[in-house]
């Protein structure tokens, strides 16, 4: 009689199947709180964010336009509500729109040399890729499409450029690229690199 036929249907059951062997391995990640690999940040309110930002437009009003910038990077919104998030990106645009294309890379070099410069350029990668991505912080919100009506001569009564809901989202856009090329030119792309894999997100 061979080895199979001595087992019956009851000793082939699936009971193997259920049994998690991530649990008997000590180094599983089930056995031990994976949220303790990650600092707990602090919650920034509303309220702060606003105080910040008064800040901050009060220097750029006063002409200390990279204090205005290191101001704004020095403190990101990580963890915080949507609106927080939104109000402080704003003011980030702001601050980026007012510097001229010329003061960028000597701005940006004396930032990436002072201590803790690497990570401010950092936080500005990460600001430059929320404000492209499209999101209401970026001034990319699109408008609803509106119901238009052709005319004889077959074109349609259009204000504005078709596709386009604000002129401004495209001079915020080339503002923000012009910006990453420059922290690119001066950090590197371990700047992008580091934006990408850190699970702080602003």
Known sequence: MSIIQQHTSASLSDAWRTINIDALDPDSSQNFDTSTLHP???????????????????????GDSEGALRGCLETPVYNGSDSAKDAHMQTVVEVLQSIKASE??????????????????DVLTKYLYK????????GGSRAPARNLTPQATGFSQVGSRPGVSNESTGAATSVL?????????????GSIERCMTDWRKV
Do not use: C, F
């Not at 707990?40 to 006063?62: F, T, Y």
């Open 131 to 138: 404000g492209m991505s499209g999101g209401p912080s970026g």
């Open 104 to 121: 960028m890379t000597p701005m940006l070099q004396r930032i990436y040399s002072s201590e803790g410069g690497s990570e401010l350029l």
């Open 177 to 189: 690229l012009s910006w990453h090329e420059k922290v690119v030119d001066v950090a590197g792309l």
């Open 40 to 62: 707990p940040l602090p919650e920034i309110s509303e309220a702060e964010v606003r105080q910040l930002n008064a800040q901050v437009r009060q220097l750029l009003r006063g």
